[in-house]
């Protein structure tokens, strides 16, 4: 089932982390075996959807997160010595026991042009 919940985003709201100028998600699948089915596991998944580019002073990452099928997660990072990690946060008071696949989207602020080790969580 398709809620009206999956649709693009356009997330310019308050970051608790100031790095990241602008994000993005979309609504790629619902959680479930086809995952494993198609790519062989969620590792594989999340891996075939990262990708990170270095453009002067900005860090453009992709990636895809799991989050609340019935909520509303902002994209988040956590920035620890030379480790950026995209995450999300749930915003949304409504939650339901399902979850769902989305397609995030991340502009970092780099003014240094420094080299990150960049995972996901």
């Known amino acids: 089932m398709i809620t009206s919940c999956q649709t693009e985003k356009e997330i310019n709201e308050f970051h608790p982390n100031n790095r990241i100028i602008k994000s993005s998600s979309k609504f790629i699948t619902e959680d479930g075996p086809h995952i494993d089915d198609e790519f062989g596991s969620t590792q594989k ?14 860090i453009y990452a992709r990636t895809v997160q799991s989050v609340n ?4 997660a902002q994209a988040q990072l ?13 915003i949304s008071e409504e ?9 995030y989207e991340y502009w970092i602020s780099n ?3 420094k ?3 960049i995972s996901q969580e």
Do not use: M, Q
């Open 45 to 58: 998944f999340e891996k075939h959807y990262l990708k990170i580019e270095y453009r002067k002073d900005t």
């Open 69 to 72: 099928a019935c909520g509303n």
């Open 78 to 90: 956590v920035v620890i010595g030379d480790t950026i990690i995209l995450t999300t946060k749930e």
């Open 95 to 103: 939650l339901c026991t399902s979850t769902d696949w989305y397609f």
């Open 111 to 113: 003014p240094e042009n």
């Open 115 to 117: 080299k990150y080790i």
